[in-house]
């Protein structure tokens, strides 16, 4: 009995204490305020860090601290050199790359052409299952490292001239290749990342080792942070800020609350719950810049009842965007009247022109001769937050073509693609774009091209593809730019898809940093934030 | 006592086994395109899909291929691999870094609940119908009925930004007072509840005859309540916080991402949503172990709070 006793009333309050113990001992990482030279900036657990294999924001935003880009963009969106001294070419299709002299990685190598040459290999070879392969698909031999047993490990149109120089050859005359080197999947790796000839280290991308102007401090750790410092060795302008922490959220609501608290420094997207009140919040470190994101609703070509053009045209005049962005997004989306996106060079307002304008009277009176269908179905994927825009496009297409319209949720995108290449009956469904580099291109091909890689409605039109084509094969940008407008207005007669808003960067900053500025790729200036003294 | 524990162990492995059949047969019919779901709205390249499948076995469909697929998963879970998520990350690293921050947040949640709620409890029992029993009857209500989707925010912005007595958030490598405010919001809806079940079994048991024999006996009002009431009130307690520490640690989904602590709740909540069956069955096979020992726990104190209760 007594035993019993005294056990009963040690265990409880042992395994409390135990408890507690276990508790105080966790250490002091995460919740405190950042030091004063360090600035945090909010990410998602990036799902890569290898340049080749980061394709989504939040490891882009990590590896652009790393690694310097060949080229960057200038404030017209147009190529500047950055790593790289020059990219020059005469036919368009034989790239002469250059690289500025005195560039290192982070562990003291020296950045030389064949750390370039080694990165793209790996890049394009198939059964490294790298996301950013298809960057490289334009360059000669790109074919030879595909499918499960592929011919070669190196492509043919890679050939190294000197240290500092090499050459890179397209299967075709591209003129937006300089464009497309911004991208990350352009930048080099160091013999330190590879294990052998061709093969990566497993634990490089715990601790990428860049030529950038940050470099890792320890390693990755998951769902945590990633923390890099400031390279003193990089040849061009330093950073401001001495490190930089990424520090990883699961929900952009509890990176708000961060923000809020001073906590945070830097919140490169305000969650949309808080956009009514984070104006309020913030004062003037609640900022907005363009980006490049275009939101639209598809047409299934294989839906006869979309068939007529005027059908379309006749849907797309049915819905006042600037209502929509205003009242659901509160102005943190602008109403799309074009194709392509405003940040691109060769944009213009209003390609759609009648089509793009809210007009019920005459949406309905075209959407009534050319026959419409009695009721249509608008899909979306439910795990977007789509659910709130589409139920307003709905009602207001109901009220103003007299038709019964309604919205319909796909749990995932994964599924709502499926039903599309089943040829299920999904109606009109919504579809968005980030682009990778800013060329018309970029939009024009991926999304209206008959094999585009997101053309999942099937538009397709010969004279469209060949404007497209003769664009990307076009001398001088001017041209090129002047056909893919040609091809533009096409879409602006066939109407295969409705533009609706094109997104920005909205984003918040804590009153301890200065000069946080945003790209159109959503990731925050690196060499630009610093910490308010 | 022995031999009892060891059947109930041996009992263990074979719920063990049957849960991650069932679990592991779910996440397979339920699988739509776990690629397509990884790279969110971006289209998927031939190279990638091809390397993917491959890797992970995703082209074996159908009966055949559901068991060829869990028996490979068995088969390196018996060697002590869980596997790899689809970003390549090892499972068996995710529940390391994931189960110690869970841990943690459910014993403050339940000591939380245990100091409070019991203590409360027995005074609200003792006083029944009293100022205090009222006003803590209204307040569980209240708790009761707020959910933690509501509370968990609530909390957050009053208590972390507007007057800023805790962290907002708590991050991966939290110190005790940053798991605090989690804690309590976690622990509270168990608080509530122990709270109501302590009160009704005091007040219960005070009217019992041994009681009144103590009473009359004439033993002090004190040791009466600490030693025999409190003690036979204690056993539906100990019944509803073992099965509570399992919930605690699974259902902290949404309390875990409001407060950004990346624990289980978290890593269960990102597998279902990318589809990513081996990593919900590898936390799911971790949490029917934790509901299968707190369970043996409870069963055990059992004896301890009531000597008439033996197992053989």
Request: one cysteine or more; proline letters at 5%; aromatic letters at 10%.
């Amino acid at each position: 009995m007594r035993v019993r006793r005294l056990a009963a009333w040690t265990a409880l309050p042992l395994a409390v204490t135990l408890g507690l113990a276990a508790c105080g001992s966790g250490g002091d990482g995460g919740s405190g305020g950042s030091g004063s030279d360090t600035v945090s900036i909010q990410i998602a657990e990036p799902q890569h860090l290898v340049p080749t294999n980061t394709t989504e924001t939040s490891g882009s935003q990590v590896v652009s601290g790393l690694f310097s880009p060949l080229v960057d963009y200038d404030a017209q969106n147009k190529p500047v050199e950055v790593a790289a001294e020059s990219v020059t070419s005469t036919d368009n299709k034989a790239w002469t790359i250059k690289l500025k002299d005195g560039f290192t990685f982070h562990n003291g190598e020296k950045v030389t052409s064949d750390d370039y040459i080694n990165a793209w290999n790996y890049g394009a070879y198939a059964p490294n299952g790298q996301g950013g392969s298809y960057f490289f698909e334009k360059i000669a031999g790109y074919e030879d490292l595909q499918g499960e047993h592929p011919k070669a490990k190196t492509m043919s149109g890679l050939k190294k001239l000197d240290d500092l120089t090499f050459q890179v050859t397209l299967s075709a005359p591209y003129i937006d290749f300089k464009t497309m080197l911004g991208y990350n999947a352009f930048y080099p790796l160091p013999d330190a990342a590879f294990s052998a000839p061709g093969v990566l280290k497993s634990d490089y991308e715990q601790a990428p080792i860049g030529q950038g102007p940050f470099k890792m401090k320890g390693t990755w750790q998951h769902d945590s942070k990633i923390e890099v410092e400031r390279y003193d060795a990089y040849p061009l302008d330093k950073p401001k800020a001495k490190n930089i922490e990424f520090r990883i959220y699961q929900q952009l609501t509890a990176a708000y609350a961060d923000l809020l608290a001073d906590n945070l420094d830097v919140l490169p997207t305000i969650p949309t719950e808080s956009l009514s009140t984070a104006q309020t919040d913030l004062g003037d470190r609640y900022q907005t810049s363009p980006m490049s994101s275009f939101q639209f609703l598809a047409f299934p070509t294989f839906d006869k009842d979309f068939q007529n053009p005027d059908v379309r045209k006749a849907i797309s005049m049915a819905i006042d965007r600037d209502e929509i962005t205003k009242s659901i997004f509160k102005n943190s989306q602008q109403p799309a009247r074009s194709f392509v996106s405003p940040v691109l060079p060769g944009y213009r307002d209003n390609t759609a022109g009648a089509a793009g304008e809210f007009n019920p009277t005459e949406a309905k009176r075209l959407y009534q001769a050319a026959g419409g269908p009695a009721k249509i179905t608008i899909s979306y994927n439910g795990d977007g937050g789509h659910k709130d825009w589409v139920d307003a496009t709905a009602n207001q297409l109901k009220a103003n073509l007299g038709v019964e319209v309604v919205g319909s949720a796909e749990p995932k995108f994964a599924d709502l693609l499926n039903k599309v290449e089943k040829k299920q009956p999904v109606g009109m469904f919504r579809l968005g774009w980030v682009m990778d580099y800013p060329s018309m291109e970029d939009y024009l091909g991926p999304l209206y091209s008959t094999n585009g890689s997101s053309n999942y409605y099937g538009y397709s039109n010969k004279e469209f593809d060949r404007l497209v084509k003769e664009g990307s094969a076009a001398p001088t940008q001017e041209e090129a730019i002047k056909k893919y407008q040609q091809a533009e207005d096409i879409l602006a007669k066939d109407m295969p898809v409705i533009p609706l808003r094109f997104g920005e960067n909205v984003f918040g900053h804590s009153s301890k940093v200065k000069s946080v500025e945003m790209d159109l790729f959503q990731r925050v200036n690196l060499l630009k934030v610093e910490a308010a003294s | 006592m022995f031999r009892y524990i060891l059947r109930r162990l041996l009992q263990m492995v074979l719920a063990f086994f049957g849960t991650t059949l069932i679990v592991y047969a779910l996440m397979f019919a339920g699988q739509g395109d776990p690629i397509q779901a990884l790279a969110g709205e971006r289209p998927v390249t031939a190279a990638q899909r091809a390397y993917l499948t491959e890797k992970y076995h995703l082209d074996a469909t159908g009966v055949g291929g559901f068991f060829y697929r869990y028996f490979d998963y068995i088969r390196s879970l018996l060697q002590g691999d869980l596997g790899q998520s689809l970003t390549g990350r090892k499972i068996g690293e995710i529940l390391q870094q994931a189960w110690p921050v869970t841990v943690k947040l459910a014993l403050i949640a339940l000591a939380v609940a245990v100091i409070f709620g019991v203590t409360a409890g027995v005074i609200a029992g003792i006083r029944r119908a009293g100022i205090f029993d009222n006003s803590t009857l209204v307040l569980t209500l209240l708790v009761l009925g707020i959910p933690t989707i509501v509370l968990a925010p609530l909390a957050q912005f009053f208590l972390g930004v507007k007057w800023q007595l805790f962290p907002p958030t708590a991050g991966a490598e939290p110190d005790f007072y940053a798991l605090l405010l989690p804690g309590i919001v976690l622990g509270s809806l168990s608080l509530a509840t122990a709270l109501r079940l302590t009160r009704t079994s005091v007040a219960e048991n005070l009217r019992s005859d041994y009681v009144r024999t103590a009473r009359s006996k004439g033993l002090l009002k004190r040791r009466i309540v600490s030693v025999h009431v409190l003690r036979n009130s204690l056993i539906p307690v100990v019944t509803f916080l073992g099965v509570e520490l399992g919930n605690l640690m699974s259902g902290a989904i949404i309390t875990e991402g409001v407060f950004n602590i990346p624990g289980v709740g978290f890593n269960l909540f990102r597998g279902i949503r990318t589809e990513d069956g081996p990593l919900v069955v590898g936390i799911v096979s971790v949490l029917v172990v934790v509901y299968l020992v707190s369970n043996l726990v409870v069963d055990v104190l059992y004896a301890v709070l009531d000597p008439r209760i033996r197992y053989e």
